[in-house]
């Protein structure tokens, strides 16, 4: 796994540790920052670890990745 591919992560836990400082200031941002990181990780998490049902397009046109 490339550096590439794990920014989406970096990024989604970086706004995650904002978050948690954010909530200790002004809460309703807090929690909204925090879904927002939150999403950022869990969808890349679905993607990479073949967690989601739904073929990718290129596998049912039949391009190789």
């Known amino acids: 796994m490339t550096q590439q591919t794990l920014y989406p992560v ?3 836990l970086l706004d995650l540790g904002f978050a948690g ?5 002004v809460p309703v941002l807090g929690v909204l920052m925090g879904a ?3 999403l950022v990780v869990g969808t890349w ?3 990479h670890l073949n967690l ?3 073929e990718s397009e290129s ?3 039949g391009n190789v990745r």
Do not use: H, K, N
């Open 59 to 61: 596998a049912i046109v």
């Open 10 to 12: 970096f990024i989604g």
């Open 45 to 47: 998490l679905v993607q």
């Open 36 to 38: 927002i990181g939150a």
């Open 52 to 54: 989601s049902p739904v």
């Open 21 to 25: 400082l954010l909530f200790l200031v």
